[in-house]
């Protein structure tokens, strides 16, 4: 089964740094383009960038630019997303996607058919 | 970036009955658009991609259609399963954006 598996869930204060894992399995990692995506409280779903294992490849949405890194280590078939130094707005929950591989037009297209279990982030004083 | 805007926010209706949602794009996508289910306490999942092609394993009820700027995703008769949140995605700018959501509740 082709499953993205993610580390748990963190609790930190404002000015700390993180970084959370993703781990793809059932499928060939550094083959296919993985992505973060935020969602706030209550709130829908913004998409933070995205990697290509292969060759760490990374593009940023604008709203996230310098806000957080992300990397990938094909080796161990893992992807991270990571903060300097937190902020309380960063709380939400994140989740790693797959990029999906459309047979009918034979690349990858922005369109997220692999979800991580999500990691709930809350940064508080 | 694109705005999609999703209506209505909020549709109450019965197991058994269509429920149409709508997407609306600030320009036109083509027919770059994808649509996502998600329940209470989980991960979003792929149903519709490039408007109106089911993603593996989605049950036949799940339909899209639409092309440019207007959208629309019809569950044929729902399921006690069907009750949740749908989400409306574009790919044809970057960066890809979602809309904010429609919630389908039970009457």
């Known amino acids: 089964e082709e499953q993205l598996v993610q580390s748990g869930a963190e609790v930190k204060k404002p000015g700390e740094s993180l970084r959370i894992s993703c781990k793809g399995t059932?499928?060939?990692?550094?083959?296919?383009?993985i992505g973060w995506v935020r969602q706030m409280p209550g709130k829908g779903l913004e998409l933070m960038g995205v990697?290509?294992?292969?060759?760490?490849?990374?593009r940023y949405s604008p709203s996230f630019q310098g806000q957080v890194t992300i990397s990938a280590d094909k080796s161990i078939n893992t992807a991270y997303l990571q903060w300097n130094s937190l902020k309380a707005s960063d709380t939400a929950m994140y989740y790693c996607?797959?990029?999906?591989?459309?047979?009918?037009?034979?690349?990858?297209?922005?369109?997220?058919?692999?979800w991580g279990q999500g990691t709930m982030i809350t940064v508080a004083s | 970036e694109i705005v999609l805007t999703q209506s209505p926010a909020t549709l109450s209706l019965s197991p058994g009955e269509r429920a149409t949602l709508s997407c609306r794009a600030s320009q036109s996508v083509s027919s770059h658009l994808a649509w996502y289910q998600q329940k209470p306490g989980q991960a979003p999942r792929l149903l519709i991609y490039d408007a109106s092609s089911r993603a593996t394993g989605i049950p036949a009820r799940f339909s899209g259609s639409g092309s440019g700027t207007e959208f629309t995703l019809t569950i044929s008769s729902l399921e006690p399963e069907d009750f949740a949140v749908y989400y409306c995605q574009q790919r044809s700018n970057w960066p890809p954006t979602f809309g904010q959501g429609a919630k389908v509740e039970i009457k």
């Open positions: 059932g499928y060939r990692f550094s083959s296919n383009w």
């Open positions: 996607v797959r990029l999906f591989y459309s047979p009918m037009l034979a690349t990858t297209i922005y369109v997220f058919d692999v």
């Open positions: 990697i290509y294992p292969g060759d760490s490849d990374t």
